[in-house]
T-cell receptor, first 117, second 113 residues
């Protein structure tokens, strides 16, 4: 069974630009969560999607947005990039919505490392 | 404020000894708590989950304890090996309706031969 696939793995952008990151979950998984990881802040929750609906959102500005498609694939977008957006963006999939009573085990991809210059 | 705290200092252990990592939380009521392992440049990998009504969970050389009175989880690796060197992340799912899995900042473990 293929794991969680994130593309691109590495990208460099300049301030003010926008970026779109893609995540393909494990086959059969309907929930996709996004996290931002930086050395100073650790793993910060961005949002979670289940059945094309955003179920939960972290404390990030509106420049960070996401969506999920009918095949459970997800994208996240960051507009008007700032230097502080440089981070590893991790996508994780799970069978069901985290809010449901399940194991909650998250399967992470390898991440997309974004550098903003 | 709500916090999940792990020892930010790296833990250095001699091979063969037991490594013990700590996770403390404040102002959360966890439905369950998880531990993940993360290697440099890779995504975290799930290791163990322990629910609020469980005291201890084991898996091979790994053991997790959960004390809801102390608001603390301990993660043990017995007979540690250099291959166990990694960053270990504690995470919890609050029992609130707006639930999501929240992560601590992780503890880097180094096992020396």
């Amino acid at each position: 069974k293929a794991g969680v696939t994130q593309t691109p793995r590495y990208l460099i952008k300049t301030r003010g630009q926008q970026v779109t990151l893609s995540c393909s979950p494990i086959s059969g998984h309907r929930s996709v969560s996004w996290y931002q990881q930086t050395p100073g802040q650790g793993l910060q929750f961005l949002f979670e999607y289940f059945s094309e609906t955003q179920r939960n959102k972290g404390n990030f500005p509106g420049r960070f947005s996401g969506r999920q498609f009918s095949n459970s694939r997800s994208e996240m977008n960051v507009s008007t990039l700032e230097l502080g957006d440089s981070a590893l963006y991790l996508c994780a999939s799970s069978l069901a919505w985290v809010g449901q009573e399940n194991t909650g085990e998250l399967f992470f991809g390898e991440g997309s490392r974004l550098t903003v210059l | 404020s709500q916090k999940i705290e792990q020892n930010s200092e790296a833990l250095n252990i001699q091979e063969g000894k037991t490594a013990t990592l700590t996770c403390n939380y404040t102002n959360y009521s966890p439905a369950y708590l998880q531990w993940y392992r993360q290697d440099p440049g890779r995504g975290p990998v799930f290791l163990l989950l322990i629910r609020e009504n469980e005291k201890e969970k084991r898996k091979e050389r790994l053991k997790v304890t959960f004390d809801t009175t102390l608001k603390q989880s301990l993660f043990h690796i017995t007979a540690s090996q250099p291959a166990d060197s990694a960053t270990y992340l504690c995470a919890l799912r609050p029992r609130s309706s707006a639930s999501k899995i929240i992560f601590g900042s992780g503890t880097r473990l180094s096992i020396r031969p």
